[in-house]
């Protein structure tokens, strides 16, 4: 079991806005601030869409944004579009160095 | 444009070693910069974080994978490889091979790093007899 707890699946109408939470259920992962977020569309390799918490790559749309509260971390999804269906993977450092850790992913699927 | 290549057997026996090689391309393996990682994901499951190698050698492993895993690092040849001894079939998996940031201050002088910021495509290997 992950130490990053994601729900399986969200959806959403075009348009809407989804948040995926990221929750931190083991110490390990370090000081939770090193947390950033994959799309990864079947068949794909996985795309940064959030680092530290908060920053996008250049690039990548701005209806992706990211926050955090206390042990859990979210990837909010504005304006959603078709194209946004896909598995959201989030990722923390988890201390000892250099070890990181992943999130189990989210389907996200678009109605 | 960095591009990262990995290659190798497609499948391998069991309790043999799984052997991967990621080809750097547009960019140096030799950067303070830089973590070089490897990746895995079981048909229709999550991501693995497996372990890095930084451009002096040093490594750092999943615990859960350690006893198995090893990494090394060819600067010459901008190439980095992963060899995972006695494989069963619980290790097959997409093996990727990604470049994650270290710990830095960016452009902005904030804290920053440890995120995987260029993938290579994957490469299914397959533990079979």
């Known amino acids: 079991q992950s130490a990053l707890t994601q729900p399986a699946s969200v959806s959403g109408s075009p348009g809407q806005s989804i948040t995926i939470s990221c929750t931190r259920t083991?110490?390990?992962?370090?000081?939770?601030?090193?947390v950033s977020w994959y799309q990864q569309h079947p068949g794909k390799a996985p795309k940064v869409m959030i680092y530290?918490?908060?920053k996008r790559p250049s690039g990548v749309s701005n209806r992706f944004s990211g926050s955090k509260s206390g042990d859990t971390a979210s990837l909010t999804i504005s304006g959603l579009q078709a194209e946004d269906e896909a598995d959201y993977y989030c990722?923390?450092?988890?201390?000892?160095?250099?070890?990181?850790?992943f999130g189990g992913g989210t389907k996200l699927t678009v109605l | 444009q960095l591009q990262l290549q990995e290659s190798g057997p497609g499948l391998v026996k069991p309790s043999e070693t799984l052997s991967l090689t990621c080809t750097v391309s547009?960019?140096?393996?030799?950067?303070?910069?830089?973590?070089w990682s490897w990746i895995r994901q079981p048909p229709g499951k999550g991501l693995e974080w497996i372990g890095s190698?930084?451009?002096?050698?040093?490594?750092y492993y999943n615990p859960s994978l350690k006893s198995r895993v090893t990494i090394s690092i060819d600067a010459p040849n901008n190439q980095f490889s992963l060899r995972l001894s006695s494989v069963t079939a619980a290790d097959t998996a997409v093996y990727y091979c990604?470049?994650?940031?270290?710990?830095?201050?960016?452009?902005?002088?904030?804290?920053?790093?440890?995120?995987?910021?260029?993938w290579g495509q994957g490469t299914l290997v397959t533990v079979s007899s």
């Open positions: 990722c923390s450092y988890a201390g000892g160095g250099t070890s990181m850790v």
């Open positions: 990604a470049r994650r940031w270290t710990y830095h201050y960016d452009s902005n002088g904030s804290p920053s790093g440890y995120y995987f910021d260029y």
């Open positions: 190698i930084f451009f002096s050698g040093s490594t």
């Open positions: 547009g960019g140096s393996i030799i950067s303070s910069s830089y973590y």
């Open positions: 083991s110490s390990d992962v370090g000081g939770y601030n090193y």
């Open positions: 530290d918490v908060t």
